[in-house]
């Protein structure tokens, strides 16, 4: 098994600019999720979903999108990329309900300058 | 005011010394407790889930105490592959939305 997987490692974007990063996981979790992690700040939830079709919003979720249309992938969009979303993204996923590991992709580093 | 706030360190123990970790959380509906670790650069990893009785995976142990809502992680006899930041994350409510610590940094001397 891959585990959860993240594209692309590193990105750099100008204000504006629109992109998506790329999460996928074979461990047929319902359950996956976005964060950020700054300095200083801890990982914070952006969005999560907890089955395909299913979707909300976590702790900070302006200037983000998401779907998921199947159980594997769970795109991060960003709209109109702006420098306070530099930060680096992770993508976890785990079964839903109950205490559970969530296991963790490797992470996407952003810059937006 | 933070869901989960925990002392940064960092802390710097030489080998074999016993550290212990602690992390306060806010919200009394917090249901899953657990602790991860991050290595620089890294993804976080579980550590261990903490349990209402404690519990223990060899040198590490984790309590819970619902009624002052904090919880702690004890590693004894440090060894240098222990340095990393350790995670306190949190579970509330129906349990879709986990909170993080900002991470305590544990550095392991020789």
């Known amino acids: 098994n891959a585990g959860v997987t993240q594209t692309p490692k590193f990105q750099v974007l100008k204000t504006g600019q629109s992109m998506t990063l790329q999460c996928a996981q074979d461990?047929?979790?319902?359950?996956m999720s976005w964060y950020r992690q700054d300095p200083g700040m801890g990982l914070r939830l952006i969005h999560y979903?907890?089955?395909?079709?299913?979707?909300d919003q976590g702790e900070v979720p302006n200037g983000y999108n998401v779907s998921r249309s199947t159980t594997e992938d769970f795109p991060l969009r960003l709209l109109s990329a702006a420098p306070s979303q530099t930060s680096v993204y992770f993508c976890?996923?785990?079964?839903?309900?109950?205490?559970?590991?969530?296991?963790f992709g490797p992470g996407t580093r952003l810059t937006v300058t | 005011r933070k869901e989960v706030e925990q002392d940064p360190g960092p802390f710097n123990v030489p080998e074999g010394a016993t550290v212990a970790f602690n992390c306060t959380y806010s919200?009394?509906?917090?249901?899953?407790f657990f602790w991860y670790r991050q290595d620089c650069r890294k993804e976080p990893k579980l550590l261990m889930s903490?349990?209402?009785s404690g519990n223990e995976d060899g040198r590490f142990t984790a309590q819970l105490n619902r009624a002052s809502q904090y919880i702690s992680l004890l590693i004894r006899d440090s060894k240098l592959s222990d340095s990393a930041t350790y995670l306190c994350?949190?579970?509330?409510?129906?349990?879709?939305?986990?909170?993080f610590g900002t991470g305590t940094s544990l550095t392991v001397i020789p």
């Open positions: 976890a996923s785990s079964y839903s309900g109950g205490p559970r590991e969530q296991y």
């Open positions: 461990m047929n979790h319902e359950y």
């Open positions: 979903s907890v089955g395909a079709g299913i979707t």
């Open positions: 919200n009394s509906a917090s249901q899953s």
């Open positions: 903490v349990y209402s």
């Open positions: 994350v949190v579970n509330i409510g129906t349990g879709n939305q986990f909170y």
